[in-house]
């Protein structure tokens, strides 16, 4: 069986471009024995009882790796945090209402990202380790058809590869796997070859070689048409044989890219690429100060040749036995040699410069903030200037990944859930504001927290300045709309739509509170009249009385 031509043209293009990358894979494999031993299967097998760290002396370049990709997530998807939100290019964010869509609409996004059955956190996981070594990672979203959500993986690097257009965007994906004959079979009933079956029915747990398509629709060239920008299609290598050709409104592969280089659509990590000498470096300093600190507590032997009469025995409680006609005043007859020291402390001088310039490679010194600078002698406005020094420093290595990285993710999620239905009827659900808008995902972190928090710390301190100068100046409390800026203030400060009532609440309330006031002071006009009336007719009463009296 052979393949249609436009499916031949395709994966002849996928084989040709795993050729050409194949050198970036003995890269891949040097920075993996180095930063992330676990991933280190580029260019050989790994067994699964290997002991992945065997080779390396220290493993302080693996910590600084961690960490740095641990770091990623904690202050990028803080899972104790609402870390996204939709907003528009225009004011209408600020309309209650508007604003309570998009908060419906991310928490939708939310819950579906965080179902144990989407494998979100792992996925991430993996992906974060991959970007922070390699400058990129590979995951992969679908509808999960036997549970109804969305299913996240990271795939490796070894396995895929990509093409870019013209203007810098990926448009071919091509991923290669192993999947078993069996569940091969129970994908793809209906277009699975009779080779493949029959090999299911022998033995399904063998495996077959798969390769995996995406490409844009109108540049496919097959006859199958969609609707979908988008063309996904299986293909059993093995046996040729094309097992699914479908339309998909995403991409379907998030493929973040650190630091890309020109010429190349494949990324490199600037912290691996600074680190990697250093980490060389660390590696052989640490076998040489280990060696070195073996001789200087278990120094090396010289011995008068034929003075010993016994094996040497230097152990606890050993006893080397001597000759008994060697006379000791000719010198002792076992002894250690003298090792020099001196250099010792040099070379763990060198080591912790070392290992300070691997923190340096990772961005850890950027990205931690050190004790020493927050001490309980430092006024507030000191504590904030160092907050701020520490943001700025920080922002640059984060802000790229929260559009390149999160950004895009999240991006192809509400395209698939928006494609199934998650969202509802458009026409019924959406605000008429939002029909012609195009909404778009911000981020919130701890490094960003403090900026949109600014809004409400402004108004505090504008409340304060006009309530000290109104002594002075009464007219100043009408400088201020307050209406705007304790809105902007509350938007700032996170608060959620449905505390906020809606201009036209405002103004139902406003005139509901006028009208009570006129109806409060129509009752006191209406009291004081009545009273009024009571004391006129007492007095007129009493006058008559009196007059009566007096006729």
């Known amino acids: 069986m052979s393949y249609p031509s436009h499916i031949e043209k395709l994966v002849n293009l996928g084989n040709s471009q795993f050729s050409k990358r194949s050198p970036i894979l003995s890269m891949w494999q040097e920075?993996?024995?180095?930063?992330?031993?676990?991933?280190?299967?580029?260019?050989?097998?790994?067994?699964?009882?290997?002991?992945?760290?065997?080779?390396?002396?220290?493993?302080?370049?693996?910590?600084?790796?961690?960490?740095?990709?641990?770091?990623?997530?904690?202050?990028?998807?803080?899972?104790?945090?609402?870390?996204?939100?939709?907003?528009?290019?225009?004011?209408?964010?600020?309309?209650?209402?508007v604003r309570g869509y998009l908060e419906k609409r991310a928490s939708a996004i939310r819950r579906a990202i965080y179902d144990p059955l989407a494998c979100l956190s792992r996925a991430t996981k993996e992906g974060d380790r991959d970007f922070t070594n390699f400058g990129q990672c590979v995951i992969s979203l679908e509808m999960n058809l036997k549970s109804n959500t969305i299913l996240y993986r990271c795939w490796h690097l070894r396995d895929v590869c990509w093409l870019e257009d013209y203007y810098g965007s990926i448009d071919r994906v091509f991923r290669k796997c192993k999947i078993m004959a069996g569940e091969l079979v129970a994908m793809f009933k209906n277009t699975a070859s009779s080779k493949l079956k029959e090999k299911a029915d022998k033995d399904p747990y063998c495996e077959i070689s798969v390769m995996h398509i995406v490409v844009q629709a109108e540049n496919y060239g097959g006859d199958k048409k969609s609707k979908h920008k988008w063309m996904s299609i299986y293909i059993d290598t093995d046996n040729e044989t094309v097992l699914e050709e479908t339309g998909r409104p995403i991409l379907g592969y998030v493929i973040p890219r650190w630091q890309t280089i020109s010429g190349s659509q494949y990324a490199v990590s600037p912290a691996a690429v600074c680190a990697l000498p250093d980490a060389r470096l660390l590696q052989s300093m640490a076998l040489i100060l280990l060696e070195a600190g073996e001789k200087s507590i278990d120094p090396a032997m010289i011995a008068q040749e034929g003075t010993l009469s016994s094996d040497v025995r230097l152990y606890s409680g050993g006893i080397t036995f001597v000759d008994k006609d060697y006379d000791e005043r000719l010198g002792e007859a076992l002894r250690p040699i003298p090792v020099d020291k001196s250099g010792l402390q040099y070379g763990l001088e060198i080591k912790s410069q070392t290992e300070a310039a691997l923190r340096s490679a990772f961005f850890?010194?950027?990205?931690?903030?050190?004790?020493?600078?927050?001490?309980?002698?430092?006024?507030?406005?000191?504590?904030?200037?160092?907050?701020?020094?520490?943001?700025?420093?920080?922002?640059?290595?984060?802000?790229?990944?929260?559009?390149?990285?999160?950004?895009?993710?999240?991006?192809?999620?509400?395209a698939l859930l928006d494609a199934h239905g998650a969202f509802g009827n458009p026409q019924e659900n959406v605000p008429p504001e939002l029909s012609d808008k195009e909404i778009h995902f911000v981020f919130r972190s701890p490094l960003t927290e403090g900026a949109e928090r600014e809004k409400g710390q402004r108004l505090q301190e504008a409340t304060a300045v006009i309530a000290n100068s109104i002594p002075l100046y009464p007219a100043a409390s009408g400088l201020i709309n307050f209406k705007e800026a304790l809105r902007d203030g509350l938007n700032g400060l996170g608060t959620p739509a449905n505390w906020i009532n809606t201009d036209e609440e405002i103004d139902a309330a406003q005139k509901a509170q006028q009208q009570a006031q006129q109806q409060q002071q129509l009752l006191g006009m209406m009291t004081q009249g009545a009273e009024a009336a009571a004391k006129i007719g007492q007095a007129s009463e009493a006058l008559q009385g009196g007059g009566m009296l007096g006729g």
Request: net charge negative; aromatic share 12%; charged share 30%.
């Open 31 to 97: 920075i993996a024995e180095n930063f992330y031993c676990e991933r280190a299967d580029f260019t050989l097998a790994r067994n699964i009882g290997s002991d992945y760290a065997a080779h390396l002396t220290t493993s302080y370049p693996l910590l600084v790796s961690r960490d740095l990709g641990n770091t990623f997530s904690g202050m990028l998807r803080p899972r104790d945090k609402e870390w996204f939100s939709y907003r528009t290019n225009t004011d209408d964010d600020e309309n209650p209402r």
């Open 364 to 414: 850890l010194d950027k990205i931690d903030l050190p004790p020493s600078q927050m001490t309980r002698e430092m006024t507030a406005f000191e504590t904030s200037q160092r907050v701020q020094q520490y943001i700025r420093n920080a922002l640059p290595l984060f802000e790229p990944m929260e559009h390149e990285y999160n950004g895009k993710l999240l991006d192809q999620t509400d």
